[in-house]
T-cell receptor
Framework: KNQVEQSPQSLIILEGKNCTLQCNYTVSPFSNLRWYKQDTGRGPVSLTIMTFSENTKSNGRYTATLDADTKQSSLHITASQLSDSASYICVMTGTASKLTFGTGTRLQVTL | NAGVTQTPKFQVLKTGQSMTLQCAQDMNHEYMSWYRQDPGMGLRLIHYSVGAGITDQGEVPNGYNVSRSTTEDFPLRLLSAAPSQTSVYFC?????????????FGSGTRLTVV
């Protein structure tokens, strides 16, 4: 069964610090992997997309990496800001364009 | 503003009642879909549509109906609400269902069935 597991479930960091969120997957084959940011009470918004052949993709302070050998992706947030407080969801597009969503990591950035 | 509009934002239903969750997009997207989001679980696909007049079932379709009479609108109908349908519902649209273009999500409808 295709699965996407994210860790940690939740994370609290101080403003200005960096953090890395993990996504382990069993989806195979897949065409692309996206990271979404979901603010409380809002729908998810796409941050990055990587095809199966890409290793890294950046969007401002967000950098996603993909290691197809270990079936892992990570999202690195640099110099965190209070507005980064949200849930981050890893989503993979597999066979027949079926999406598999991770359960998300809830990030809280504090002063 | 362009995007996906969902109404209502909040709804409380009694068991057995029916209702329709509205979803409209103004981006001329062919692909539209409905998801539910429950605590500790990833979003799960309820129904989807690849164009006007075409709908299909997703992962958890039981208890829900959809129709797609226009490109813009994709309502979700709960036929006879049950407490298990308490959830947050998201409508999403995209140029296609390949995932490459990304999905635009609405802001969600929080439904409570008592």
């Amino acid at each position: 069964k295709n699965q996407v597991e994210q860790s940690p479930q939740s994370l609290i960091i101080l403003e200005g610090k960096n953090c890395t969120l993990q996504c382990n997957y069993t989806v195979s084959p897949f065409s692309n992997l996206r990271w979404y940011k979901q603010d409380t009470g809002r729908g998810p918004v796409s941050l990055t997309i990587m095809t199966f052949s890409e290793n890294t993709k950046s969007n401002g302070r967000y950098t996603a990496t993909l290691d197809a050998d270990t079936k892992q992706s990570s999202l690195h947030i640099t110099a965190s800001q209070l507005s980064d407080s949200a849930s981050y969801i890893c989503v993979m597009t597999g066979t027949a364009s079926k999406l598999t969503f991770g359960t998300g990591t809830r990030l809280q950035v504090t002063l | 503003n362009a995007g996906v509009t969902q109404t209502p934002k909040f709804q409380v239903l009694k068991t057995g009642q029916s209702m329709t969750l509205q979803c409209a997009q103004d981006m001329n997207h062919e692909y539209m879909s409905w998801y539910r989001q429950d605590p500790g679980m990833g979003l799960r696909l309820i129904h989807y549509s690849v164009g006007a007049g075409i709908t299909d079932q997703g992962e958890v379709p039981n208890g829900y109906n959809v129709s797609r009479s226009t490109t813009e609108d994709f309502p979700l109908r709960l036929l006879s609400a049950a407490p298990s349908q308490t959830s947050v519902y998201f409508c999403a649209s995209s140029y296609s269902n390949t995932g490459f273009y990304g999905y635009t999500f609405g802001s969600g409808t929080r439904l409570t069935v008592v």
